[in-house]
Structure formats: C-alpha cells, structure tokens
C-alpha cells in the first residue's frame, strides 16, 4: 500500500543568461565597437527596467491558466499594501510574496509559507553529485522542514477549485478509467486526462518502453482529502489535481523520496539511473497538457504527476488543452 505522506518542494530553478553579440569585429573601428557595446548596455538597462516583476508574472500566469475562474488581474493597493492582484468569485487576492492572500489575511502574512511557484524544466538536466556545500544545504532544508513545517495558505486553491472542505472537494470529484485503471480526480481535468490518455497509447504503439511501463501498472492514486507529508499544507490530491502511478515493480530503484529516506539518510544523493522514472514520452503527454512530474523535483516522487498548467506557463512551456 502506498503510503499517503509526500511533499511537494522543487529543486531545480532555472536561470536564464541573454547574450549579446556584437558582430565580427574584424573591420570594425575601434569606436564604433564601443558604440554598439554602449548601445547593448543601454539596451539592457531599459530591459532590466521594463521586466515584469515576479509578481506580475505569477498573477498573469494564473489568469491565463484559469480563463473561467479569474476575472481581472491588476496592481492595485489594499491593507496599506500595494501589490499584484487577481479577482476571483468576488474576492481579489494579493500576491503577497507568493502566498496568495485575500484582503482579510495580509495583516498576518507572516504566519504563511509562500506558494512553490517555480521555473520547471523541460528537461532533467545532467545528473551531478551534489558537492559537500550543496549536500550541507539539503541537510539543513531537511532539518529545517522537520523542525518548521511549511504551512501555505489554502484559500487560493480552495476557492479555485472550490473544495474548502472534505465533502465540497468530493462533490467535485469524478471516477473514471484511466489506461484501464481506476481513478478519481477533479471533473475539470477529465478531458485534459482523455487527451494524455490518448497520446501515451499512441506512443506505446512504437514504443517498447511505454507497453512495457502500461503493462507494469498495478494501481492508481487519485483523490485523498490530507495534508502534504509532515506538513500543514494541503496536498494537491485534496483537490482530485494529482495522480500517482504505481507499478507492480520498480527493478530495485527509488520512486518516492520519503521512502528511499527510510533507507538512505542522504536520499539527495540518488542518481537518476537509480530512480524509477516514466518513459520520457509518457511524461512529455502529461506536460503537453497541463501536468507537471515529480521526478524533477529535489523531494523526487517520480510516480506523481499534477496539474499545475501555471507553472508551465511561467516556465515557457504553456499547455495544450484542446484539439
């Protein structure tokens, strides 16, 4: 039985470097190298100055993940505060340095762990043993978690999906099959789900890897009203948003974080060809349309997939949800 406990907290941000050219220089006088090197720096200056804030980012990336839900996006002031804001069923709620609060709870912001709102890659990058400093860092976020657990603010979500509670999430909630298996999730995400169901069969047609996975399912996790492991952080499985794909064996490698911890204090360290992971156009189908996958998170759950088509959008990569 797969024990109900994860947590969900990224690793692996993305950072982006613009470079600039300036041509051959061969024939080029020498000040007008250092026009056009003014010029860049000039030119970046102004870019610098007309990015968009996180904020903005986030909030925008919201609105264009939930058209139907969020009606307005804008900077406006509230609590003595001014922020980045969206309107939702009637409530505006604040960016709030990620925590995403309603009016009501700016006073007490403090008292919240922002949102994981996070740069996903479209790939994993290049497995590295993290160096002694970096294992330190792991060491003492661990530490740090056991001893403080993260507490985020439900109130987005709940209004979002409008689930505050165990038996409003049900009411919400639909069984259905998927790759011949059942499982129950959110009724908003059941076409999304059709759609990656439809393409991963296509795949497994060409794809020894993928018939080979579809035949090693044994069971699928959908909705559990329950926090995230050891935390007071509402899981996303609350919602119906989240699905865990078990298999009936995983060749002696890892999948899930907390249970490899059970086994290996230094679980970070875990290589890739260590873990269990998807076949990579299985993954692919998810994110194609709206889901995001465990495996490229620090705390690795490489059977869990949920959709978050904010944080693809945010990171470049926005979804498809439709044909």
């Known amino acids: 039985m797969k024990i109900n406990f994860k947590i969900a907290i990224v690793v692996f941000a993305v950072t982006s470097v613009n470079v600039f050219s300036l041509g051959s220089q061969e024939n080029v006088p020498k000040a007008d190298v250092i026009?056009?090197?003014?010029?860049?720096?000039?030119?970046?200056?102004?870019?610098?100055?007309?990015?968009?804030?996180?904020?903005?980012?986030?909030?925008?990336?919201?609105?264009?993940a939930y058209?139907?839900?969020?009606?307005?996006?804008?900077?406006?002031?509230?609590?003595?505060?001014?922020?980045?804001?969206?309107?939702?069923r009637g409530t505006w709620y604040f960016f709030s340095e990620g925590k995403l609060l309603p009016e009501n709870l700016l006073a007490g912001a403090g008292n919240y762990t922002p949102q994981p709102f996070y740069n996903y890659q479209a790939e994993?990058?290049?497995?590295?043993?993290?160096?002694?400093?970096?294992?330190?860092?792991?060491?003492?976020?661990?530490?740090?978690?056991?001893?403080?657990?993260?507490?985020?603010?439900?109130?987005f979500f709940d209004d979002l999906w409008r689930a505050h509670n165990q038996n409003e999430s049900y009411e919400r909630v639909k069984s259905i099959r998927f790759l011949g298996y059942?499982?129950?999730?959110h009724y908003l995400i059941l076409e999304n789900l059709s759609l990656v169901e439809e393409q991963i069969i296509a795949s497994s047609r060409n794809d020894?890897?993928?018939?080979t996975?579809?035949?090693?399912?044994?069971?699928?996790?959908?909705?559990?009203?329950?926090?995230?492991?050891?935390?007071?952080?509402?899981?996303?499985?609350?919602?119906?948003?989240?699905?865990?794909?078990?298999?009936?064996?995983?060749?002696g490698k890892e999948t899930y974080w907390l249970w490899a911890s059970n086994r290996k204090a230094d679980w970070w360290n875990i290589s890739y060809n260590e873990r269990y992971h998807p076949p990579a156009a299985v993954i692919k189908a998810f994110e194609r349309y709206?889901?995001?996958?465990?495996?490229?998170?620090?705390?690795?759950?490489?059977m869990h997939f949920e959709y978050r088509p904010e944080i693809l959008i945010l990171s470049g990569m926005p979804p498809e949800t439709r044909r």
């Open 290 to 302: 709206g889901f995001i996958w465990g495996g490229k998170w620090l705390y690795f759950d490489t």
């Open 124 to 155: 994993l990058p290049p497995w590295k043993t993290p160096t002694a400093e970096e294992a330190a860092r792991f060491r003492s976020m661990a530490s740090s978690r056991n001893q403080n657990p993260p507490r985020r603010s439900s109130h």
């Open 213 to 251: 996975w579809m035949n090693n399912i044994s069971s699928l996790e959908g909705w559990v009203w329950r926090n995230i492991a050891d935390t007071q952080s509402r899981s996303y499985h609350s919602y119906g948003l989240a699905i865990d794909i078990l298999q009936k064996s995983y060749g």
């Open 35 to 64: 026009s056009q090197a003014n010029q860049t720096v000039q030119a970046n200056q102004v870019q610098a100055r007309t990015e968009p804030s996180r904020a903005e980012q986030v909030m925008r990336a919201l609105a264009s």
């Open 208 to 211: 020894q890897q993928v018939r």
């Open 67 to 88: 058209p139907q839900q969020i009606e307005r996006v804008e900077f406006r002031a509230a609590a003595g505060h001014s922020d980045w804001a969206v309107l939702m």
């Open 182 to 185: 059942p499982v129950t999730v």
